[in-house]
């Protein structure tokens, strides 16, 4: 029996900094997908929110929120919160609904509103918290993704201008897409330039936070054919695993981690056990990927991410971007939406972003963006405290 | 000098040795896994139940697995020097516990003059200065 669930709409509020209350975005987001789905908000079954924990009360209950923002018509609502991952495990929560046969249509949505700056810990001396920990310490999060990057350069031969390879090529990519916030085409130049955050990553190696909404319309496979819409893109496979004890890479928001005195080390690290998941369910394997959508933190990051959804070899990615493997017009072209680094981090809306643009890519609807025949698509993402997703679609 | 009295930043997270000082961490009984920051409750390995755990000084020796370098001021709870001084960051593998233990390193030395491999070990250097006291912390020193 097949697992799988029909993407019939889907929906995006442009990134940016606006400055408007999350509630606005998720409504706008959540309109386009009921629209491009050509069906009733009334016909929606379930809600499932991503939460924000930026923005009070009504952002840990977003499924309400927006719910009742679009209008009380009865239907269920759940809310999850999973940090980057939020998206996914909203949309998981959709999926098993839909598969279990109590819904047939839910709307899957996330927005947030973000404050300016670095992202800061809760006051007082809270020692107990990790969090608190390392702020205290002075390691912020460019800290980690630098010790990545620089662990790839000492280790693997990977040099600044292959990070700023992926930058350009990313604000090439994202140049005309109408849901991002920077729309730059950044040159090499332009990022050896710009100012040194955390040795080797500069100012336009990192990624910002922004405001943003996306939404997604799924239902059963039943639904969609008497929508006339059987062929629809498909969600073929939610991965949303946790780590492995012993993780042998520091991650945020820990000072250390743990020790494999006794565990050992894991045949995967956290990020490539993500995908291992996802291929299992969808039955497809990384020569059948089209598209990727990929979490680029960090640029260098991007290139850590090639190895963990097994395009090439570890050590290998910084060739992929060289040879422009995953540029437009590449074998396997990579955040073809212009990644993180035309968007910045809505947090909750970000995972659900990575889904809308490889549905646009699946259906031909990607425009300027377009992959020429894409078939199968791939995000993947991780967030803090053991949160990660990687979603495969397919047409 | 300050005539200050010197306390730890983190209580109870390092001794306050200052020749040969030593992270505080803790170590499983059952099954001999490290932690730090201590943990004295429930074991994490998931092939253990134990809730038996000793105290026990780490490794102050170790490898730089990576590091970077902090080019501006972080947020609160960080207390910056005025004017702001770009410190270095490493971490750092311990061989019998392996693990990673991040942390800044010595004043004065430059992201360009460490590597990958690099042996370091533990010093306490000041992090910030209270009306009070001085609060020292673990950092990292290539060893000469």
């Known amino acids: 029996m ?31 997908a009921i629209a491009d789905a050509g069906i009733d908000w009334k016909d929606v079954g379930f809600v499932s929110g991503a939460a924000t924990m930026r923005n009070g009360y009504p ?35 959709a999926r098993t609904k839909i598969l279990s046969g109590e819904c047939e249509v839910a709307l899957v949505v996330g927005a947030d509103t973000t404050p300016k700056g670095f992202l800061a810990p809760a006051k007082g001396y809270r020692p107990e918290d990790p969090d608190w920990v390392r ?35 990313n604000s090439e990519h994202g140049f005309t897409n109408p849901n991002a916030r920077y729309k730059k085409k950044f040159t090499l130049d332009d990022v050896a330039q710009s100012a040194m955050v955390a040795d080797p990553l500069r100012l336009l ?29 498909k969600v073929a496979a939610i991965s949303t695993v946790t ?24 045949a995967h690290r956290f990020r490539a056990s993500l995908p291992v998941k996802a291929y299992e369910e969808a039955g497809v394997g990384p020569e059948d990927v089209s598209v990727a959508e990929v979490y680029d933190l960090s640029s260098a990051l991007e290139l850590d991410w090639y190895e963990d959804l097994q395009f090439c070899k570890r050590g290998e990615a910084a060739q ?53 025949n894409a078939k ?20 | 000098m300050s005539a200050k009295p010197v306390n730890a930043a983190i209580e109870g997270w390092h001794t306050l040795d200052t020749d040969k000082p030593q992270l505080l961490g803790s170590r499983c009984d059952s099954c001999g896994t490290y932690y730090f920051p201590k943990m004295l409750k429930y ?51 311990l061989a019998e516990e392996q693990m990673i233990v991040l942390g800044q390193v010595v004043k004065g030395v430059d992201v360009d003059q460490l590597k990958v491999g690099m042996d370091v070990e533990l010093v306490l250097e000041t992090l910030h200065e209270t009306e009070e006291d001085t609060k020292v912390t673990w950092k990292w020193k290539p060893v000469a």
């Open chain 2, 43 to 93: 074991c994490r390995n998931p092939g253990c139940d134990s809730s038996d755990f000793s105290e026990v000084p780490l490794s102050r020796t170790g490898k730089i697995w990576s590091y970077t370098n902090a080019c501006y001021k972080p947020p609160e709870p960080f207390v910056a020097d005025d004017p702001f001084v770009p410190y270095s960051i490493a971490a750092v593998e």
């Open chain 1, 59 to 93: 952002g840990y209950v977003a499924g309400a929120t927006f719910a009742q923002a679009l209008g009380w018509q009865g239907a269920e609502v759940n809310t999850s919160y999973a940090a980057c991952a939020s998206g996914s495990q909203a949309l998981a929560a």
């Open chain 1, 205 to 233: 190696n990192v990624c910002a936070t922004s405001d943003g909404g996306a939404a997604i319309i799924v239902c059963s496979m039943d639904y969609a054919k008497k929508m006339g819409k059987g062929d629809a893109v």
């Open chain 1, 243 to 266: 780590p492995t004890f012993a993780s042998e890479v520091v991650e945020m928001p820990d000072i250390a981690t743990d020790s494999a005195a006794a565990a050992g080390v894991e």
């Open chain 1, 320 to 372: 992929l971007v060289r040879e422009g493997v995953t540029k437009l017009g590449g074998r396997l072209p990579v955040n073809t939406s212009g990644g993180l680094a035309c968007f910045g981090e809505a947090v909750p809306a970000q995972a659900l972003a990575q889904v809308c643009e490889l549905t646009w890519q699946l259906r031909g609807q990607a425009g300027d963006r377009q992959v020429d």
């Open chain 1, 2 to 32: 097949s697992n799988d669930i029909a993407i019939l709409g889907v929906g995006m509020h442009p990134w940016g900094k606006w400055g408007h209350n999350f509630v606005d975005y998720g409504v706008h987001a959540a309109r386009a």
């Open chain 1, 135 to 169: 702020f205290y310490l002075g390691i912020t999060n460019p800290t980690y993704f630098a010790l990545y990057a620089r662990r790839r350069m000492d280790v693997y031969g990977d040099t600044e201008e292959d990070f700023g390879l992926v930058k350009v090529k």
């Open chain 1, 376 to 395: 199968v698509g791939i995000t993947a993402n991780q967030g803090l405290f053991g949160h990660g997703s990687s979603v495969i679609v397919k047409r």
